[in-house]
């Protein structure tokens, strides 16, 4: 294994963690460990520099990235997001689990993810346009249709991936619908986007619930993260009959024993653009979230948020990554020691890049299907893909996820192994 050059070396960063994961399966690939090395190694990593007009005339620099990690199965996939903590390690380590998510769901797709160190809620809507603007531009030499497709990720949605499709079709002279997916229904995006990854934590949820014993309807959950996936997923299972007692996002944290009205936070949220305050249940201290008596944790916010110590602390007896990331592997063999089950996010989260690659279909063919019709679709490779690696799982020994990334990491080995490496 051979260090790359630009990376930290942080044990706790996200590149890290990933790197731990691919090392869990390394004894399980046969003859192709051999090139289990491309794995460690992005293929491309561009870092550009987006100098933004300001609405006060001021201007302003901003980092940005594109990373495309493998290209072995197909072009770069996977999405932009726009926080102030963004880094080239973090951007690397989502583009490589996009990799893993796209092989284990058997997509045609490789894994790319890009970013911006900004905070956009300090924008204007217009600094916000001009900003996805420049940064689309920029990274134009990476992106395209068949190249590699941007997508809706933390900080960004419908309207920043219009503004995406707007500036590279005007650079390219064209409209090309299909250089970005997660668009807004009405400009080639497809139904069903906005609320597939919810959808995917859900569904996947259900079927692991189903295969331990574990009851929905009158479980109880907590969800980190009210925002596309966390808001979704927590409508789902409020839906069906469980009662999601806390909820956390940036501003704080919300805590009902009853079960929180779901519906009236997601308008709470929408009206205030975040949950602190919301009368329909005790604001607590953001540390309690972790000690809560529940059956099914949401993890849907940010990477590393399941340390040794709240793995240590938890009283579930399941955990659905909605986010990339959440979990450290420290933790992952604590919650492995105490029989807690997690639904790896290259799994439990693919709900939404399984329909952005519908939605890419869609525009290629320009013929577009139904809501029932995707939901439908979606919902029977989602099961599929968690049926695929419980039975890995048991055939192995081993974590649900180390059984994805063994799935996964075959099929792009065997992509790489009979492609051959000479140009
Ligand atoms: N959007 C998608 O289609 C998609 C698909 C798969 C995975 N994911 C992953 O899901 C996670 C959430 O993405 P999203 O699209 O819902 O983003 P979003 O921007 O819509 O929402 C993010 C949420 O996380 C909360 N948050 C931020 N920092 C927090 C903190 N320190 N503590 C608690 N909450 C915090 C925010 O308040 C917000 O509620 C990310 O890990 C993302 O990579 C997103
Ligand atoms: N950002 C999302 C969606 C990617 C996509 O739709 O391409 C993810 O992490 O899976």
């Known amino acids: 294994m051979s260090a790359l050059s630009y990376v930290s070396g942080d044990h706790h960063s996200a590149w890290s963690t990933y790197l731990a ?34 609405d006060d005339g001021s201007v302003r620099h901003f980092e940005g990235y594109r990373v495309q990690h493998n290209l072995s199965r197909g072009p770069g996939k996977g999405g932009v997001r726009f926080h102030p903590d963004v880094t080239l390690e973090e951007v690397m380590a989502l583009s490589a689990w996009m990799t893993i998510k796209c092989a284990a769901l058997n997509l045609p797709f490789g894994g790319a993810k890009g970013g911006i160190r900004v905070d956009p809620r300090q ?14 531009s920029e990274i134009g030499v990476l992106i395209g249709p068949q190249q590699d ?7 960004t949605n419908a309207q920043v991936m219009a503004w995406m499709m707007d500036t590279y079709s005007m650079n390219v002279g064209a409209t090309t619908t299909g250089v970005v997916t997660g668009k807004p229904v009405h400009l080639g995006g497809s139904l069903g986007r906005v609320k597939a990854t919810g959808r995917g934590v859900f569904v996947t949820g259900c079927a692991a619930a189903a ?8 479980s109880r959950v907590a969800v980190q993260g009210f925002g596309n996936v966390g ?33 009236a936070l997601q308008a709470w949220q929408a009206a205030q653009g975040k949950i602190s305050a919301f009368p329909g249940a005790d604001n607590i201290d953001d540390s309690a979230f972790w000690l809560q008596d529940i ?17 240590q602390q938890l009283t579930c007896r399941l955990v659905l990554e909605g986010a990339n990331g959440p979990t450290l592997p420290q ?3 604590i919650l492995r020691a105490r029989n807690i089950i997690v639904i790896p996010d290259v799994i439990c989260n693919a709900g939404g890049v399984t329909v952005s690659y ?16 995707i939901d439908q679709r979606l919902d029977t490779i989602m099961k599929h893909a968690l049926d695929a690696v419980w039975e890995k799982a048991q055939q192995l020994n081993v974590t649900l996820r180390t059984a994805a990334y063994a799935v996964a990491c075959e099929r792009i080995l065997l992509a790489r192994k009979d492609r051959g490496l000479y140009p």
């Open 123 to 136: 924008l204007s809507v217009k600094e916000l346009e001009r900003l996805t603007r420049r940064y689309t």
């Open 295 to 311: 059956d099914i944790l949401v993890p849907a916010a940010l990477e590393g948020q399941i340390t040794a110590e709240r793995a």
């Open 231 to 263: 808001s979704v997923a927590a409508e789902l299972f409020y839906q069906h009959g469980a009662k999601v007692i806390a909820v956390q996002d940036h501003s704080g944290t919300l805590f009902n024993a009853q079960g929180i009205d779901i519906p």
């Open 21 to 54: 994961q691919v090392e869990r399966v390394v004894p399980f690939l046969g003859e192709l460990e051999h090139w289990v090395d491309t794995l460690r190694h992005p293929k491309r990593a561009l870092i550009v520099d987006i100098p933004l007009e300001m």
């Open 211 to 218: 295969k331990m014993g574990l009851a929905i309807a009158s």
């Open 331 to 333: 933790a992952d063999d």
């Open 358 to 373: 519908f939605e890419w279909v869609q525009d290629f063919s320009s013929f577009y299907w139904s809501e029932e019709e």
């Open 149 to 155: 497709i941007p997508a809706p990720d933390v900080g």
